[in-house]
């Protein structure tokens, strides 16, 4: 079993949707970023969490330390937003090693 | 402007030919690290450094060396490439404080590696 699993691997939106992007995993964390790359394009830092929520924009992310689980929420989507996230976590044990999580591709439709 | 720099963004190259892609960061960040990206297999950390003179494997280490002598550089080097290592290569930064408390990642923008 994967130590990072997201849901869903493939979302189609229609503009203007609110979407949910999730991220489960099964070690203990000292932190837990999530990244946005556009096709053919870079990496960018989204948000990096430890603990709560944190919002930029439309973009929400939560952390349930407990429940290993953390959500990235889209309001108002948009067909910009059309990018792969990812979710990258660092163990508590080794801070310096980072675990990636397979990636969710999101089409937002006009 | 904060960045980090790779250098090349492309290369094709042949087999057995030593090359270094390095990268630089303007933000005296501790943490530095690199990972390959391939169709299906997603991101994967090759090696990462928490800072100079400090270096560790990731999940992919081999056929790779890396240095960290200074604290803004990080180059990675294949040794003799070989065409399992046609990929596309990140390098990232972020700060680290001494609890182990880490920062937001900026990564480069990329470098593309062919093996022939």
């Known amino acids: 079993k994967n130590e990072v699993e997201q849901s869903p691997q493939n979302l189609t939106a229609q503009e203007g949707e609110f979407i949910t992007i999730n991220c489960s995993y099964s070690v203990g964390i000292s932190a837990l970023h999530w990244l946005q790359q556009h096709p053919g394009g870079g990496i960018v830092s989204l948000f990096m969490?430890?603990?709560g929520k944190k919002k930029h924009g439309r973009l929400i992310a939560t952390i349930n330390i407990q429940e290993k689980h953390s959500s990235l929420h889209i309001t108002a989507s948009h067909p910009r937003d059309s990018a792969v996230y990812i979710c990258a976590l660092h163990g508590s044990g080794n801070t310096g090693k980072l675990i990636f999580g397979q990636g969710t591709t999101l089409q937002v439709k006009p | 402007e904060a960045q980090v720099t790779q250098n090349p963004r492309y290369l094709i190259t042949v087999t057995g030919k030593k090359l270094t892609v390095t990268c630089s960061q303007n933000?005296?960040?501790?943490?530095m690290s690199w990972y390959r990206q391939d169709p299906g297999l997603g991101l994967r950390q090759i090696y990462y450094?928490?800072?100079?003179?400090?270096?560790d494997k990731g999940d992919v280490p081999e056929g790779y060396k890396v240095s960290r002598k200074e604290k803004r550089n990080f180059p990675l080097i294949l040794e003799s490439p070989s065409p399992n290592q046609t990929s596309l290569y990140f390098c990232?930064?972020?700060?680290?404080?001494?609890?182990?408390?880490?920062?937001?990642?900026?990564f480069g923008e990329g470098s593309r590696l062919t093996v022939l």
């Open positions: 969490l430890s603990s």
């Open positions: 990232a930064s972020s700060r680290q404080g001494v609890l182990g408390d880490t920062g937001e990642l900026f």
């Open positions: 450094s928490m800072n100079v003179e400090v270096t």
């Open positions: 933000m005296n960040h501790e943490y």
